[in-house]
Each structure stands twice: as C-alpha cells, then as structure tokens.
C-alpha cells in the first residue's frame, strides 16, 4: 500500500467565522444527490495550516450576512506537491453543491488515471542505487 505524501496547507476561512464555515477532503461524490451531503471525505479545520496528502481535492464551505440571510460560498481547490493550493473553481448560492459536483468528479478522475508504473519520478527514487533502478527497468522489460 502506498502511503500519501503530506505537505502542510493553509485552509482558508470562507465566509465570516461567526456563521457556519466547514473544509472537507473530498474523496468520493455521490452523484445521485445534489447537496453538500454529496461530497464523501475528511473534515479538516479552516483558518489554519494542516497536512493534507499531495493532490488531495479540497472543498471550502462559508456564510456571511445576517442569520436569516446567509450568502452561501464554497470554493473548490486541489492540493500541489510544494503545499501551495490551486483554485478550480467557486460557487455561491444555495445551488453550490450542484454547481461544483461535477468539477469535483473530474478532478478525482484525474487523480486516479495516472498509472502508479506511469508516474513522473520523485525525490523517493534517489534512495535507490542507480543500479537498482536499472535493473527494476529491466525486470518491467524496458531498458
């Protein structure tokens, strides 16, 4: 089993913090539902820094306004090798969950299609000889 690089990310606190305002690592969508209860995965804190793995799929729910008129926004971000953050898109109104569902399913797609055998090397490698590597190449039946 491969264990997730973590790197340490700032989640930021949408909204105002004296409504209700939640960050979630997403790591499946129930695609038969349209609200927040879609969205499978770990709470994180927001307004903090916490480890997170590389490439993780972050979604960032917030309210501001008054009690009886809440201004819903939510922000979906993905998670970069080097703890910086990349915003994919944003959605506000109480269609949010909707709106974003299906961005969310994409980016998980991506997440999953790059073939461990496939993968872009990494600084993991260096602890191998230059031998072992080329003999792990040879066994794979490549040069």
């Known amino acids: 089993m491969e264990v997730p690089i973590l790197v340490p990310i700032d989640v930021p ?3 105002d913090e004296r409504h209700k305002n939640w960050a979630k690592v997403v790591t499946n969508v129930d695609e038969s ?13 927001t307004g903090g820094i916490q480890d997170v793995p ?4 972050v979604l ?9 008129n809440p201004q819903i926004e939510a922000r979906l971000l993905k998670v970069n090798a080097d703890g910086t953050m990349s915003h994919v898109s944003n959605a506000k109104g ?3 969950a909707r709106t974003l569902r299906d961005d969310v399913v994409r980016l998980l797609e991506e997440k999953g ?10 600084p993991e ?15 794979r039946g490549r040069r």
């Open 13 to 15: 606190l949408v909204g």
């Open 33 to 45: 539902l349209a609200s927040g209860w879609a969205f499978e995965g770990d709470f994180i804190a």
């Open 54 to 57: 590389v490439g993780s799929v």
């Open 60 to 68: 960032v729910y917030g309210e501001r306004g008054s009690r009886n």
């Open 94 to 96: 109480r269609a949010w």
């Open 113 to 122: 299609e790059v073939p461990v055998t496939e993968r872009p090397w990494g």
């Open 125 to 139: 490698l260096l602890q191998f000889s230059s031998e072992a590597l080329q003999e792990e190449l040879r066994r």
